[in-house]
């Protein structure tokens, strides 16, 4: 089968391309009004180090979008070898432009630079990525802040295509501060969506099968092609499939894209699924626009 051509589910096929096309108009609406009411567009700026393939095509996927939102974007690029104290300053002088509403380093970075430190050193009320201490901090208390963009999507996709969350249980695959994580602080806070019973599962979970085929919603983020197969699914549930690997094949790219989900198995007896490509990606970076509109909102009160 071609990427992005499953349809053959037995359920719903939820569309994150659709539905990012539909919320990227919502957006560009809304910065057609500030921009003829005379304020200037929000503004992102990306961080770029190194050469890594996804991590490029990842920015331009961002680039895209800020373009087709009316959002005006930088892109800055370092060679690896830029050092930590000259990232650093780099982030400081963002965070002091009053023209820049939103700052994304992106991931990874290399070795001899602390992800930490630099994640750390953005201003909390720029850091659209929400990977601040502060932003993580109010996404665990349930204050409002910058929902990181992964989750935010997600949630967003569930909202659209009005799944049921309430009461129901939601099986986590992964723990990783970008995704695994929040999304099950998401899944578990009293609102809609939300107001799951939250099982977060992780490379040590014993019997992984027993707890995904328990799942209402079952959400992977794990990194691992077709990991999740339709034995581990129950019937009727939504699955949400967050992995993007890059697997070597005979085309011109080199290679194709495949989730963390073997679709076709999963799609005979799942009640609602995110195809890969098509799906939590495209509205990762709808969760980063809205985060962007959000910050210049914020600073433009
Ligand atoms: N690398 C993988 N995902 C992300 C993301 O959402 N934001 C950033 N900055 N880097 C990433």
Request: with cysteine.
């Amino acid at each position: 089968m071609s990427e992005g051509m499953h349809q053959n589910t037995n359920g719903m096929l939820l569309n994150g391309k659709e539905q990012s096309d539909i919320i990227k108009g919502e957006i560009a609406t809304q910065v057609s009004e500030i921009v003829s009411s005379g304020k200037r567009a929000p503004h992102l700026a990306a961080i770029l180090v190194g050469e890594d393939g996804a991590s490029k095509t990842y920015v331009k996927n961002k680039e895209l979008a800020c373009q087709k939102v009316g959002f005006t974007s930088t892109l800055l690029r370092y060679d690896a070898t830029i050092t930590e104290e000259e990232l650093l300053n780099k982030i400081e002088e963002i965070n002091n432009d009053d023209e820049i509403d939103g700052l994304i380093v992106q991931l990874p970075l290399p070795s001899h630079i602390s992800e930490n430190k630099v994640t750390q050193a953005i201003n909390p009320a720029k850091d659209v990525d929400g990977f601040h201490d502060v932003n993580v901090g109010k996404l665990t208390k349930g204050e409002d802040t910058f929902i990181s963009a992964t989750p935010y999507g997600i949630i967003q996709l569930l909202d659209r295509y009005k799944i049921e969350t309430s009461g129901k249980h939601c099986v986590v695959v992964g723990r990783s501060n970008i995704v695994g994580r929040p999304m099950s602080i998401l899944m578990s806070r009293a609102d809609n969506p939300g107001n799951c019973t939250v099982t977060l599962c992780h490379s040590r979970t014993k019997n992984l099968a027993d707890f995904t085929r328990m799942a209402d919603i079952l959400i992977v983020a794990l990194g691992r092609a077709e990991f999740v197969t339709g034995d581990m699914v129950k019937p009727g549930a939504t699955v949400i499939d967050v992995g993007i690997t890059r697997v070597p094949a005979d085309n011109e790219r080199g290679y194709v894209l495949r989730g963390d989900v073997e679709f076709d198995s999963c799609a005979a007896v799942a009640g609602a699924i995110t195809p890969v490509p098509g799906g939590v990606g495209p509205m990762t970076i709808i969760g980063l626009m809205q985060n962007t509109l959000k910050s210049y909102q914020l600073r433009h009160a």
